[in-house]
């Protein structure tokens, strides 16, 4: 195992020219040359950079992806280099893509690279023996943005490859120690894959016509939205049209004649929703222009490549590509892309072949340890599709999704590991992504809205859900490691807010610095109003979801006082929360209406809310006689709440499941609506709210990670298998037999597999259970008449 020191020993430097570290939107490729008289069986490369690179040895493409890191904590990646380092002389290459702003998903710093190559003893480090030179093919500086918070889009000119700025040395102003920016931590989890390119098809083409007049500061995006397509039948359009899948040896060779003002269009479709890098395979005449959308569906019968105001703020799912002349192939390493159709659009081109354009798939490497049968093929179908939701939405950590923001959330990536826990059985990448929100933690008592990154508002309940992120985290892996390394944070921001109380309830922060979102509902957006306007608290006010947020922390921060044996402090926070739940009850609640009022304070307008009552009922702050009423509530189809979202449907699940035998029916037919509707529109993955793309102004993700719930549902309630100590210690049975006729899980766990299935035979309910003899299950009355098969 290498560590740092051995980094530090290498005698490596970060190494940037001095001119532009600070400077936006650089791309710098750094050079390398040595000789190597035998190889070590495990040569291995170490580096780190700000903010993105690609490695190339010898020619060949070994890495890319640097790990989401801060500014004063960088990581570092150990690259095997084994088979492709090689006697003699060897060329080390690695481009490096400097951001240098903010965005959701990356915190500003300056621009560096380190690294040390090591085989057997011998260092060869970053330092003075370093070429470099600009990446002249990328235009340099700031670029228009995708959205706010994935980042700049990009444009490349294959032809200036051709023509390059000779290499310069690194000077001693060009270098920086260890000392100065320290190299402190290894990767925590698996690097990405980088698999072979996506099938796809071609499934439309044509001529486009172009107004540059109208508006010629515009964007790659706005242009491609606002051109005049005609389309083309195949045999009108290429030499051959037998074939117009991708890849394609033999190339789609266009033959139609572009007009002088615009070009030749192609739209693709990748069948199924994908992440991963763009990758063209072309053959084309110098100077022949690809500029390229991509998009998750064709609801304007196109890719929607600019979605928003005609303005800078536009977002912008487009970018460019210059050709040089010939066959060749290009990768974009430093923009992963989420969605199922791209769209060309090609102009100034004497000649354009299309062997292939598509995304290289870039999946974590997950091993599917949980399982769920039924003889359902919808449920299964639903469980399999949430699972290939999850995937598409875990790369450096946790993604809200693919296609629009790629940035990590705490409220979604509780959903998002609770489903991982069952469907995977894996811990350090959700543990990793938590740990980036405990970089974050600020003295006000809460983190970033998104991690790692500096934003100019936060969302007070995500903070306190990260808590109970770390919470579900002890008790579903019982590894301890977690809660003791996150522990002195946690202890510090439970007391700051504590501190705050009044009437034993938590009033909300006030400014603009605070975004107070519950849910992409009416009302709990941000504001009061049906839209997604935001609201400032400029005096003291009370929400309920907060507080009920913070109750979840309180329960979460005393799991893991324990784990980090600190008793004391564990029983004095569960009297604390012992006591905030007694005050949301006396705040909120409305006994002419019997349900929990949303907003108390601030002249805030009366507000009921199914995900209000649902968080009452979760965080057991109802008293036992009204909690039928708010669960009839709940399951009402004429209920006048406003209606919980999917984001935050798992709380409402949660609430009414506390009564499984009489409302599991319902929650799982439910689920079955809602999540088959989707598929019933072609869903590949499950989006962010049920209006689809049409929602956010036509701005909705079709696969976000917070709608992977069903994987959870399934095997927590309807297979009913949930830990009730660390690491299923202890672990209850209790499946939902209400539901349906039977199911079977694996359910993964530290120890091992638990295995469970249950099925009615006229009328007596049959199960079957193998645990690891570690493990003590403890099962529900519903089996208890039942018939234990071996």
């Not at 970053?126 to 002249?136: F, K, L, M, V």
């Not at 033959?255 to 199924?272: K, M, N, Q, T, W």
């Not at 702050?621 to 009423?629: E, F, I, S």
Request: proline share 6%; aromatic share 12%; with cysteine.
């Amino acid at each position: 195992m290498v560590s740092p020191s051995e980094i530090q020993a290498s005698g490596a430097v970060w190494v940037w020219p001095a001119e532009s570290r600070e400077l936006v939107g650089q791309y710098v490729r750094f050079r390398h040359e040595f000789d190597v008289d035998r190889v070590d069986d495990v040569p291995e490369l170490l580096i780190s950079a700000a903010s993105d690179y690609a490695a190339y040895l010898n020619g060949e493409f070994v890495a890319w992806n640097q790990y989401g890191d801060f500014p004063w904590r960088k990581v570092y990646d150990r690259i095997a280099l084994t088979r492709r380092l090689r006697a003699g002389r060897n060329v080390l290459e690695i481009v490096v893509y400097h951001v240098g702003e903010d965005f959701f998903r990356y915190l500003k710093g300056p621009a560096g690279l380190i690294y040390a190559l090591r085989n057997g003893q011998t260092w060869i480090a970053s330092g003075p023996q370093t070429q470099w030179r600009t990446e002249s093919a990328y235009r340099q500086g700031p670029m228009p943005e995708v959205t706010r918070p994935l980042g700049p889009t990009f444009e490349y000119d294959a032809r200036k490859t051709q023509n390059v700025d000779p290499w310069q040395t690194i000077r001693p102003q060009d270098t920086f120690s260890t000392d100065e920016w320290p190299v402190r931590d290894e990767r925590p989890i698996e690097k990405l894959r980088l698999e072979p390119p996506a099938p796809a098809r071609v499934i439309a083409q044509g001529v486009f016509r172009r107004d540059e007049s109208s508006n010629p500061d515009a964007t790659v995006a706005r242009r491609m939205l606002s051109d005049f397509l005609s389309p083309r039948h195949p045999q009108d359009f290429y030499d051959h049209s037998g074939d117009l899948r991708l890849p394609n040896a033999r190339g789609l060779n266009v033959r139609h004649e572009s007009p002088a003002d615009g070009g030749v269009y192609l739209v693709i479709d990748l069948g199924c929703e994908e992440a991963g890098l763009l990758e063209l395979d072309i053959d084309a005449s110098a100077g022949a222009i690809v500029d390229v959308a991509w998009g998750e569906h064709l609801d304007i019968l196109r890719v929607s490549a600019s979605i928003g105001p005609r303005n800078a703020d536009s977002r912008n799912f487009a970018s460019r590509y210059i050709a040089r002349d010939g066959r060749q192939t290009f990768m974009h390493p430093f923009l992963r892309l989420g969605g199922r159709y791209l769209q060309l659009h090609v102009s100034g081109a004497k000649r354009f072949v299309l062997h292939y354009a598509g995304l290289r798939p870039t999946p974590y490497p997950l091993e599917h340890r949980g399982r769920f049968e039924t003889s359902d093929w919808l449920l299964r179908t639903i469980y399999d599709v949430s699972v290939r939701t999850l995937e598409l939405c875990m790369h450096e950590h946790y993604e809200d999704c693919p296609w629009r923001e790629q940035s990590l959330y705490a409220n979604d990536a509780r959903n998002q590991a609770l489903c991982g826990y069952y469907a995977f059985g894996e811990y350090r990448f959700p543990a990793a992504s938590f740990m980036l929100f405990a970089e974050t933690l600020r003295d006000d008592g809460y983190t970033e809205m998104c991690a790692p990154a500096r934003i100019e508002f936060t969302i007070p309940s995500f903070s306190m859900l990260w808590v109970a992120d770390l919470g579900d985290h002890y008790l579903y892996s019982g590894d301890a490691s977690l809660a003791r390394s996150v522990w002195p944070k946690v202890s510090r921001m439970m007391d700051t807010h504590l501190s705050r109380l009044v009437d034993d309830v938590l009033p909300c922060p006030t400014g603009n610095g605070y975004w107070h979102f519950y849910d992409w509902a009416a009302g709990l957006a941000g504001g009061y109003g049906p839209g997604y306007e935001r609201v400032f608290v400029d005096g003291v006010r009370f929400d309920a979801p907060l507080n009920a947020c913070f109750v979840m922390a309180l329960d979460a921060a005393v799991r893991l006082a324990r784990a980090a044996d600190d008793p004391t402090a564990a029983e004095r926070i569960a009297q604390q929360a012992r006591r905030v739940r007694a005050g949301f009850h006396a705040k909120f609640w409305n006994t002419e209406r019997e349900l929990y009022k949303t907003y108390v304070g601030c002249d805030a307008p009366d507000h009921w809310a199914e995900l209000t009552q649902s968080l009452a009922l979760c965080i057991d702050a109802c008293p036992d006689n009204l909690t039928d009423a708010l669960r009839r509530h709940l399951a009402r189809s004429d209920t006048e709440l406003v209606a919980t979202t999917l984001s935050q449907s798992l709380y409402k699940f949660w609430a009414l499941l506390q009564d499984a035998p009489r409302y599991g029916g319902w929650v799982f037919q439910t689920v079955a609506d809602q999540w088959s509707g989707m598929l019933r529109q072609g869903a590949t993955s499950f989006w962010e709210t049920l209006q689809g793309a049409e929602d956010f102004d036509h701005a909705g993700s079709l696969c976000h990670g917070w709608s992977a719930i069903p994987v959870y549902l399934y095997h927590a309630y309807l297979t009913g298998i949930r830990p009730l100590e660390p690491g299923f210690r202890r672990f209850v049975v209790d499946p939902v037999v209400s539901a349906g006729s039977g199911s079977a899980a694996v359910v993964p766990t530290p120890a091992g597999p638990i295995e469970f299935s249950w099925r009615w035979v006229a009328d007596r309910l049959h199960y079957r259970l193998v645990h690891p003899p570690q493990l003590t299950p403890q099962l529900s009355p519903a089996l208890a008449d039942g018939i234990r098969e071996s």
